[in-house]
């Protein structure tokens, strides 16, 4: 995470629209504990601070373009400054 303030709601927000256009199953895993990326509250629990390291697994038929579209996502900061 690059993000000033972590996965907070505006980057959990975010990963939800992508993955609304998309069939991959993605999920997000920080310390231990996995999510399904498609739920913004399930993301929110993760509580993953700036510089924290998330595994981000994406299954499926469109997996790759989903994971390309989600990393491109996270590496523009998702749009933010900072």
Known sequence: M????????????TIAKILQKRNAKVTL????????????????????PKNAELKIKAEGADAKETLDELLNAFNTKFGESA
């Open 2 to 13: 690059k993000n000033k303030l972590g996965l907070h709601v505006r980057p959990a927000t």
């Open 29 to 48: 895993t920080y310390k231990g504990q996995s999510v399904n990326a498609r739920s913004i509250m399930s993301i929110m629990i993760l509580a993953a």
